[in-house]
């Protein structure tokens, strides 16, 4: 146990509501946390010094297991229609059987901070009943110096619970899994589950609620930097490459997953990298890679071979693995997790019909239209229950993590665009020359290629056609890029049936966006696809 859990462990944790732990184990680092976790029997070490743990049923999000506390404060400002709700009776209730559970047990505790933007940031405990647990999180969010952790006073509490077990009737729930929110007390309770990504997204959702009152745009992005400062943010899904894409070693990385917008430019929420490892190859993604060799990386799911050498090509577990690192595990990341205001937005998507193009130029209207809109396709594994890519709109390439209505976060974010002049773009990291199963995935040396020439600035110098079914622009030819591929008609061998899939999919992004023609103006309503032909 660390000085700052030695001077007053039950302090803290009477504090917390869980003065009936065992031993409290506060702060501890890394060397301690493997050690803990390994005799524990939770987790194993690689040939390489990482350490890896599975996650049990759960191998990604449970979002359907999700719940905020329904009060005063948030039934007004709360998107019900997104969110499940649960009462403030059975929330509470819940919380009492937590801190039942935990009597005589021993508990981790990490006192961590979302937000490098410290008038923005959020100060939060994570007790959890894992030691793997507590080290994913610390790698996850921003770690304190010791001099404020002595003086540490927690806004959010976040108690983690894999053995308990939710009761429907008694708690509220819709299974024996729950992640319940109380945005009013900034309390989360996480029970059912293994899977440590939940943590990490109750911090990013309690964000998402908090901010936008001060006028900050929350983002479910990754972001970096140029040479020169210019900054660029890159919204998507799981899945869809903002992690691989935002580790370029000719920029810095600003963070990964979760970033802030507000009056001085953009900051990380977090202090590391999750990443997906499926398939991961050190020729492809060499810095990703080495951070899987590295002592204090927590592995999820990944598969290891008789040495104990991790084998990424291995899905029988899951294909949604993953490795947890601290940011400065990249050669090339920020010290601050603090940029500018972007110069270029990148909105990315896995086209699972084989209908986009691997990049197109949008008008303001446009990016406020596919921000909306959030079509991607759901990864395999990302969420329990999906086992293969499935199409799918999200609202603000996030609709898991927005307690709010989209309409609050497009237009803070269309505001910062006008005010900015940023530049929009959106890459298709999804599939060419046909539909999932007859395509093939877009090609990331194309995708690098062409993201590089939007950066720099000299793709605004191409010569662009209108695509027919969307209206946006895409270029004609560009450097390092096989020209056929920026026609996605052109890599089908039936045009006809390219045709086809294109109409569809035009359809489903028209019927989705009408519950948001209210909420918008006659612009945005304009940047639908297929108006024009009408018009």
């Given at each position: 146990?660390?000085?700052?859990?030695?001077?007053?462990?039950?302090?803290?944790?009477?504090?917390?509501?869980?003065?009936?732990?065992?031993?409290?184990?506060?702060?501890?680092?890394?060397?301690?946390?493997?050690?803990?976790?390994?005799?524990?029997?939770?987790?194993?070490?690689?040939?390489?010094?990482?350490?890896?743990?599975?996650?049990?049923?759960?191998?990604?999000?449970?979002?359907?297991?999700?719940?905020?506390?329904?009060?005063?404060?948030?039934?007004?400002?709360?998107?019900?229609?997104?969110?499940?709700?649960?009462?403030?009776?059975?929330?509470?209730?819940?919380?009492?059987?937590?801190?039942?559970?935990?009597?005589?047990?021993?508990?981790?505790?990490?006192?961590?901070?979302?937000?490098?933007?410290?008038?923005?940031?959020?100060?939060?405990?994570?007790?959890?009943?894992?030691?793997?647990?507590?080290?994913?999180?610390?790698?996850?969010?921003?770690?304190?110096?010791?001099?404020?952790?002595?003086?540490?006073?927690?806004?959010?509490?976040?108690?983690?619970?894999?053995?308990?077990?939710?009761?429907?009737?008694r708690h509220g729930a819709r299974s024996s899994t729950i992640i319940a929110v109380d945005m009013s007390r900034k309390i989360v309770l996480i029970g059912g589950t293994s899977y440590a990504g939940e943590m990490k997204k109750s911090v990013f959702t309690m964000l998402n609620y908090t901010l936008p009152e001060a006028g900050v745009m929350p983002m479910h992005c990754s972001a970096n930097k140029g040479p020169e400062g210019d900054a660029a943010v890159f919204f998507g899904l799981s899945g869809t490459g903002k992690t691989t894409l935002s580790a370029d070693p000719a920029r810095t990385l600003v963070g990964d997953d979760e970033h802030g917008w507000g009056e001085n430019g953009i900051f990380n929420f977090e202090g590391g990298c999750y990443a997906k490892t499926i398939r991961l190859s050190q020729e492809a993604e060499p810095e990703i890679f080495a951070t899987t060799r590295r002592f204090g990386t927590v592995l999820e799911n990944v598969v290891l071979d008789e040495a104990r050498v991790p084998d990424f090509d291995d899905g029988s577990l899951t294909e949604n693995t993953r490795c947890a690192y601290p940011l400065d595990f990249i050669p090339n990341a920020s010290p601050t997790g603090i940029a500018g205001h972007p110069r270029t937005i990148i909105m990315l998507t896995a086209d699972a019909f084989g209908v986009m193009p691997p990049i197109a130029r949008l008008t303001p209207e446009q990016a406020m239209y596919h921000f909306l809109s959030g079509y991607t396709a759901k990864v395999a594994g990302t969420e329990k229950g999906v086992t293969e890519p499935e199409?799918?709109?999200?609202?603000?390439?996030?609709?898991?993590?927005?307690?709010?209505?989209?309409?609050?976060?497009?237009?803070?974010?269309?505001?910062?665009?006008?005010?900015?002049?940023?530049?929009?773009?959106?890459?298709?990291?999804?599939?060419?020359?046909?539909?999932?199963?007859?395509?093939?995935?877009?090609?990331?040396?194309?995708?690098?290629?062409?993201?590089?020439?939007?950066?720099?600035?000299?793709?605004?110098?191409?010569?662009?056609?209108?695509?027919?079914?969307?209206?946006?622009?895409?270029?004609?030819?560009?450097?390092?890029?096989?020209?056929?591929i920026l026609d996605p008609r052109a890599t089908w061998a039936d045009k006809d049936a390219y045709d086809r899939q294109a109409g569809r999919l035009v359809g489903m992004f028209v019927d989705n966006f009408a519950k948001f023609e209210s909420h918008v103006d006659e612009a945005i309503l304009g940047a639908a696809p297929g108006l024009r032909e009408a018009a």
């Amino acid at each position: 146990m660390d000085e700052i859990g030695k001077r007053n462990p039950a302090r803290g944790l009477d504090m917390s509501g869980l003065g009936r732990a065992g031993r409290a184990f506060f702060n501890l680092g890394p060397a301690e946390l493997v050690e803990e976790a390994i005799r524990r029997g939770e987790a194993r070490l690689t040939a390489h010094g990482a350490l890896v743990a599975e996650t049990g049923q759960h191998t990604g999000r449970s979002p359907k297991d999700k719940f905020i506390v329904r009060d005063e404060k948030t039934t007004p400002s709360v998107w019900w229609d997104n969110n499940k709700a649960i009462s403030l009776e059975h929330f509470d209730r819940l919380h009492d059987d937590f801190k039942m559970h935990i009597a005589g047990k021993d508990l981790f505790v990490q006192d961590l901070v979302g937000g490098a933007d410290e008038a923005h940031s959020i100060k939060v405990r994570v007790i959890t009943e894992y030691a793997w647990h507590s080290l994913f999180i610390r790698n996850l969010l921003i770690r304190p110096e010791a001099a404020k952790l002595a003086a540490f006073e927690p806004e959010m509490t976040i108690i983690d619970l894999p053995s308990f077990r939710a009761d429907a009737e008694r708690h509220g729930a819709r299974s024996s899994t729950i992640i319940a929110v109380d945005m009013s007390r900034k309390i989360v309770l996480i029970g059912g589950t293994s899977y440590a990504g939940e943590m990490k997204k109750s911090v990013f959702t309690m964000l998402n609620y908090t901010l936008p009152e001060a006028g900050v745009m929350p983002m479910h992005c990754s972001a970096n930097k140029g040479p020169e400062g210019d900054a660029a943010v890159f919204f998507g899904l799981s899945g869809t490459g903002k992690t691989t894409l935002s580790a370029d070693p000719a920029r810095t990385l600003v963070g990964d997953d979760e970033h802030g917008w507000g009056e001085n430019g953009i900051f990380n929420f977090e202090g590391g990298c999750y990443a997906k490892t499926i398939r991961l190859s050190q020729e492809a993604e060499p810095e990703i890679f080495a951070t899987t060799r590295r002592f204090g990386t927590v592995l999820e799911n990944v598969v290891l071979d008789e040495a104990r050498v991790p084998d990424f090509d291995d899905g029988s577990l899951t294909e949604n693995t993953r490795c947890a690192y601290p940011l400065d595990f990249i050669p090339n990341a920020s010290p601050t997790g603090i940029a500018g205001h972007p110069r270029t937005i990148i909105m990315l998507t896995a086209d699972a019909f084989g209908v986009m193009p691997p990049i197109a130029r949008l008008t303001p209207e446009q990016a406020m239209y596919h921000f909306l809109s959030g079509y991607t396709a759901k990864v395999a594994g990302t969420e329990k229950g999906v086992t293969e890519p499935e199409a799918t709109f999200s609202t603000c390439f996030g609709a898991p993590f927005m307690p709010r209505h989209p309409s609050e976060y497009g237009n803070l974010l269309r505001d910062l665009i006008d005010r900015h002049g940023a530049t929009c773009w959106l890459v298709n990291t999804g599939w060419t020359g046909g539909a999932y199963g007859t395509g093939r995935r877009m090609p990331i040396k194309a995708t690098r290629a062409l993201l590089a020439s939007a950066l720099d600035g000299s793709l605004n110098e191409a010569d662009f056609r209108l695509d027919p079914n969307f209206g946006f622009e895409v270029p004609v030819a560009a450097p390092g890029v096989d020209q056929s591929i920026l026609d996605p008609r052109a890599t089908w061998a039936d045009k006809d049936a390219y045709d086809r899939q294109a109409g569809r999919l035009v359809g489903m992004f028209v019927d989705n966006f009408a519950k948001f023609e209210s909420h918008v103006d006659e612009a945005i309503l304009g940047a639908a696809p297929g108006l024009r032909e009408a018009a």
